[in-house]
């Protein structure tokens, strides 16, 4: 059965930095490592949005939603078993839970409804 945790949320001021990490444990019960990997965040009565996504393949495209891109950055690591979010230059609107979700069925989506498989999130809270 495959499990995702997540780790690195935190408190921290406007402009600071965070890394999230997602380790993605069971695949060996799957047999594959090719899997999709997409961020997901939830704040105080929102809907939960996609962040950014990544597959597992060698040079896979990586896609952010409008308002992270240049300050987030989504990677692996070599063995495919965590993937983190480096998230620079926060701001109060990134105040959110974050989780990871996989899935086999694709290479990537910004789609919560397409993932299966979830983490039980961490919070993010940047203020002063």
């Known amino acids: 059965q495959v499990q995702l945790v997540e780790s690195g949320g935190g408190l921290v001021q406007p402009g600071g930095s965070l890394r999230l990490s997602c380790a993605v444990s069971?695949?060996?019960?799957?047999?594959?490592?090719?899997?999709?990997i997409g961020w997901f965040r939830q704040a105080p009565g929102k809907e939960r949005e996609g962040v950014s996504c990544?597959?597992?393949?060698?040079?896979?495209?990586?896609y952010y939603t409008d308002s992270v891109k240049g300050r987030f950055t989504i990677s692996r690591n070599s063995a495919k078993t965590t993937v983190y979010l480096q998230m620079n230059s926060l701001k109060p609107e990134d105040t959110a839970v974050y989780y990871c979700a996989a899935d086999w069925k694709h290479d990537g989506s910004m789609y919560d409804h397409e993932y299966d498989n979830w983490g039980q999130g961490t919070q993010v809270t940047v203020s002063s």
């Open positions: 990544m597959s597992m393949n060698e040079g896979s495209t990586t």
């Open positions: 069971g695949l060996r019960s799957l047999r594959s490592d090719d899997y999709a």
